[in-house]
């Protein structure tokens, strides 16, 4: 889609330095565009790219503009902007109404006429699809789902039995949503399974990568509120509850039973814990262990960044001699008459 910069600013509250009559089409990144696209830049690090750029137009902060060659759209959140932008100049095309012919819908399934549903696509007894859905080729929707309006279900997802999810969802291909979450109980060295007789419950506008999986609730509902944004691979346990608006990067572990609050965000292959609790506005950094529960807000690590092998051995064999070490310190104040012998580590 092509629009010009004046129209871009009236729309999106910015500010235009430059041809209010310039015309973008499409987006890329500074190094690439070409006097067609429009950038942006919220990265100080990209300063020089931004004064090299052919770009038709830049979307930026106010102290950036000094280091900008060409048009430039002002913005106080020129990355949030610059997506609203985007999503203008790359809209996804409406799908076209209509069931295929070898999708196998029930005849207790209410489908929307303005839904999409495409070819092998699996609708189960008594499923509700909102308008204006779009359900991608091999999706399988167990018994009682429910879509609102404009979801988009991408390939070969699968929705169990009584699953909810509110309106402009979208699940990408290979997500499974629903399925039983991992409860046992243990008699004599067996495993009994514990049935799983909850559901999933989805807000709105929530987005879940592929591959990941959100397990349904033993008793009550595991609930994913409005606005949750899911990477792919992201394995969610039975009966957690996520705040609305927090985003989770790829390869998060949540085990059962944790309730994380709103507009958190959580860091790439974070673990966290069964039955903890993390309030709003946490954002924990990526390969951290959530072992308890976070009560404050701010910011969160526990992952030991890399370094060279030799450092990292060196640093482990200090580790392995730190009882000894203590115990040699709590010997040497009781010998000179010291009365601190609190271990500081906790040990």
């Known amino acids: 889609m092509a629009v010009t910069l004046a129209e871009l600013a009236v729309k999106f509250g910015c500010d235009l330095r430059g041809d209010p009559q310039r015309v973008v089409s499409r987006v890329a990144t500074l190094e690439a565009a070409t006097a067609d696209c429009?950038?942006?830049?919220?990265?100080?690090?990209l300063i020089a790219q931004l004064r090299s750029t052919r770009a038709g137009a830049v979307v930026l902060a106010q102290p950036a503009l000094e280091h900008?060659?060409?048009?430039?759209l002002i913005a106080i959140n020129p990355h949030a902007a610059f997506a609203r932008m985007a999503q203008l100049l790359h809209r996804v095309p409406d799908?076209?109404?209509g069931i295929h012919p070898t999708a196998q819908i029930a005849a207790s399934a209410t489908v929307d006429p303005s839904a999409a549903i495409a070819a092998q696509v699996v609708i189960g007894e008594a499923c509700r699809i909102g308008a204006n859905c779009a359900i991608d080729p091999g999706v399988v929707l167990g018994s009682g789902v429910t879509l609102g309006e404009g979801c988009r279900i991408h390939a070969r997802a699968v929705l169990y039995d009584g699953v909810t999810a509110g309106a402009r969802c979208i699940v990408h291909s290979g997500a499974v949503i629903g399925a039983d979450g991992f409860g046992y109980a243990a008699d004599n060295g067996q495993w009994i399974k514990v049935p799983q007789i909850g559901s999933v419950v989805i807000g709105d506008d929530v987005e879940i990568g592929a591959n990941t999986t959100i397990d349904r609730g033993a008793l009550g509902d595991t609930v994913i509120e409005t606005g949750v944004k899911l990477d792919n691979?992201?394995?969610?346990?039975?009966?957690?509850?996520?705040?609305?608006?927090?985003a989770m990067a790829a390869c998060?572990?949540?085990?059962?039973?944790?309730?994380?609050?709103?507009?958190?965000?959580?860091?790439g292959a974070v673990g966290i814990a069964g039955h903890l609790q993390i309030c709003d506005d946490v954002i924990v950094t990526g390969l951290s262990l959530v072992s308890h529960s976070i009560s404050q807000a701010g910011v969160y690590s526990s992952g030991i960044p890399v370094e060279p092998v030799r450092d990292w051995r060196r640093t482990v064999g200090r580790l392995k001699r730190i009882e000894h070490l203590a115990d040699r310190v709590t010997r040497l104040e009781r010998a000179g008459g010291g009365t601190d012998t609190t271990d500081p580590a906790g040990t």
């Open 233 to 246: 691979l992201i394995q969610i346990g039975h009966n957690v509850h996520i705040g609305a608006h927090t």
């Open 95 to 97: 799908p076209k109404p």
């Open 252 to 267: 998060v572990g949540v085990s059962g039973s944790v309730r994380i609050g709103e507009r958190c965000q959580i860091g």
């Open 68 to 72: 900008c060659p060409v048009d430039a």
């Open 38 to 45: 429009l950038c942006f830049l919220s990265n100080p690090k």
